[in-house]
């Protein structure tokens, strides 16, 4: 099967793509050859291929799993760019490629060592593939001083480098870094198309896998979550019913807290277990037994870890409390097409009646103005406000008003 068999939905990227990696495949060749490219702009104006691309599109459309197999088919030695079955592509393809380096963070943020260390893998000439790519999957998470030593290794990359970076949109990185990537966005998937790919990928029940891709939106993480997990459903059953059972400010701020409470509970389970075993391997590397003390000399190393642990189990908590938020504004669009008799699908089937009652019970600038409060929780849980805080505080513009 090809490498573009898990990026659904996107054909007009693909087609940017595989024009891309021909055009590469060719610049390549005439590398092999002899032919000297100019110097600083191997791929020139015009050409397909380029030296730095941002891949754009929104959370959940698959951005990092169409620029994986971007990498790929530039690596590819098979007939077509992204065969799917050469040694190269199934390398990049289960991330064994020594010249794909991928940095993929679970923490808030990108460091600054970290960027250090790819522009360093940038500058290497490729082991064994055709490019060195260098695939960034969060490039937002980088503060600007970070960003800026990024600049000019994306500027004049070596000629056989390629930069990947990801983001949700263009705005998400400085304007002198998106004015020196060719830029590649993706849509948000058809539902049909995200459904057969959780049946054929993660073997889901077809009538479950078109439901959970209805109701997440087409976000394939989301989706793949609520078709896999059978808890998943009653949980954001319950949340969804917060809008029409929340009697008073006590009823908002319980609702607040047991939410908090369950995406830490959700966020622990999902980092716990590798948490261990990282800090298992550690403390093995640095010679020590199990729980034998930690001598004052080594401290620092596991307290870095511990650190690394706790940012990572705020980005998994904020990353369930988001999902929550999803989910509201899908009702509430439902709730808003209703009053504006828009003829659309509802996401939220299941939950027709309680739409219908706030629908009844309220009007369309009520709703506008619960979409901008969610919109803003959501917001104020990516800048680090306390949860607990942010989460009350929508809960109570949330409630029926009498
Ligand atoms: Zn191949």
């Not at 698959?62 to 760019?81: D, K, V």
């Not at 609702?255 to 389970?269: G, I, K, M, N, T």
């Not at 929550?324 to 439902?334: C, E, N, P, T």
Request: glycine residues 6%; contains cysteine.
């Amino acid at each position: 099967m090809s490498v573009w068999a898990d990026v659904v939905g996107q054909e007009a990227v693909v087609a940017v793509f595989e024009a891309a990696a021909r055009s590469a495949r060719h610049e390549a060749q005439r590398r092999a050859d002899g032919v000297r490219p100019e110097p600083g702009r191997a791929a020139g104006a015009g050409s397909a291929m380029s030296h730095a691309w941002l891949v754009t599109g929104p959370p959940g459309s698959g951005r990092s799993t169409a620029a994986r197999a971007f990498a790929a088919s530039l690596q590819c030695t098979g007939p077509e760019p992204g065969c799917g079955s050469c040694k190269p592509c199934r390398e990049v393809m289960d991330g064994s490629h020594p010249d794909v380096v991928r940095l993929a963070t679970d923490k808030l943020l990108i460091t600054m060592e970290e960027v250090k260390g790819l522009i360093g893998e940038a500058q290497r000439r490729p082991w064994s593939g055709r490019w060195r790519v260098i695939l960034v999957e969060d490039a937002d998470r980088m503060v600007e001083r970070t960003t800026n030593v990024l600049l000019k290794s994306i500027e004049e990359p070596p000629p056989q480098t390629v930069w990947i970076l990801c983001t949700p949109s263009a705005e998400d990185v400085l304007p002198t870094i998106r004015s020196r990537c060719r830029l590649v966005t993706l849509r948000v998937p058809p539902a049909e198309a995200v459904a057969e790919l959780l049946v054929r990928r993660d073997g889901a029940d077809p009538a479950l896998a078109a439901r959970a891709a209805r109701a997440s939106q087409s976000h394939i993480g989301l989706a793949r979550h609520l078709a896999t997990d059978p808890g998943a459903w009653q949980r954001r059953r319950r949340l969804l019913e917060a809008p029409v059972s929340l009697r008073s400010v006590g009823d908002a701020v319980l609702a607040a807290a047991e939410l908090v409470e369950a995406a830490q509970a959700e966020a622990d389970e999902a980092t716990a277990e590798r948490d261990a075993a990282e800090k298992a391997a550690l403390l093995r590397a640095l010679g020590l037994e199990g729980d034998s003390r930690v001598p004052p000399a080594l401290r620092a190393q596991v307290r870095q870890l511990e650190e690394d642990h706790k940012r990572r189990a705020r980005r998994a908590r904020t990353d369930v409390l988001d999902r929550a938020m999803i989910d509201l504004l899908s009702f509430y669009r439902d709730v808003l097409a209703t009053q504006m008799g828009a003829d659309v699908d509802r996401v939220n089937v299941d939950m027709s009646q309680d739409v219908d009652q706030v629908a009844r019970s309220t009007g369309a600038a009520q709703s506008l103005s619960r979409i901008a409060a969610i919109e803003q929780c959501r917001a104020r849980l990516r800048s680090n406000v306390a949860p607990l805080l942010a989460v009350e505080s929508l809960m109570v513009q949330l409630r029926p008003q009498a």
